[in-house]
């Protein structure tokens, strides 16, 4: 079976970083791009960019473009996203998820909660 | 880029309803319009993908339809275990989400 199983919750200062890990298994992690979305408390889903396993390609939302960086290693089949200069508006659940452009092949992490507070 | 809005943004229901989801995308888009259900505290799931196709495993009673800019979501006799929140996505090059339907008990 398909899993992404993404690192545990962060609790960090304003102005740090943060990056967050996404291991997958169960496919070949170079076949679909990762894509990561957040969401803040009570607040709906936020489409923040993908990453290409197999080229190391990027692509991210306007919003999050300078401030995000999406990397990957495929010797472990694992995808980061490191956020910077974090601000209290950063405080969410962060969620990895495995997605092909057909649409049919859809796999999510757990979350990772990113807690920003002085 | 495309906007996707869905209305409503709350649904009271009773278990047995007839419950219909729409969004509307700022611009004419072709089929890459999926919907997901997300309930508290875990990750969202697919429901529908290209606008109508149904994933695996999810009951027929989820059925999606449109074209151009306006879709729907459908749910033909609402079961407790669809109280939940629902958004459209937009998917291409980037994706975008609809900002939400949460379905509450009437």
């Known amino acids: 079976q398909v899993h992404l199983v993404q690192s545990g919750p962060e609790v960090k200062r304003p102005g740090a970083s943060v990056k967050v890990s996404c291991k997958t298994s169960g496919y070949t992690f170079t076949t679909y791009y990762i894509h990561w979305v957040r969401q803040a408390p009570g607040q709906g889903l936020e489409w923040m960019g993908w990453i290409n396993p197999n080229s190391g390609g990027t692509y991210y939302a306007q919003k999050f473009q300078g401030r995000v960086t999406m990397t990957r290693d495929t010797s472990i089949s694992t995808a980061y996203m490191e956020v910077n200069r974090l601000r209290s508006d950063d405080m969410a659940i962060y969620y990895c998820?495995?997605?092909?452009?057909?649409?049919?092949?859809?796999?999510w992490g757990q979350g990772t909660l990113v807690t920003v507070s002085s | 880029d495309i906007q996707m809005t869905q209305s409503p943004s709350t649904l009271s229901a009773s278990v047995g309803d007839r419950v219909t989801i729409t969004c509307r995308a700022s611009?004419?888009?072709?089929?890459?319009l999926a919907w997901y259900q997300q309930k508290p505290g875990k990750a969202p799931n697919l429901l529908i993908y290209?606008?109508?196709n149904l994933h695996t495993g999810v009951p027929i009673r989820f059925s999606g339809s449109g074209s151009g800019t306006e879709f729907t979501l459908t749910i033909s006799s609402l079961q407790p275990e669809d109280f939940a929140t629902y958004y459209c996505?937009?998917?291409?090059?980037?994706?975008?989400f609809g900002q939400g339907t949460k379905v509450e008990i009437k």
């Open positions: 290209k606008v109508s």
């Open positions: 611009q004419r888009i072709t089929s890459w």
């Open positions: 998820a495995s997605l092909n452009d057909y649409g049919d092949f859809d796999y």
């Open positions: 996505q937009y998917y291409n090059t980037y994706r975008t």
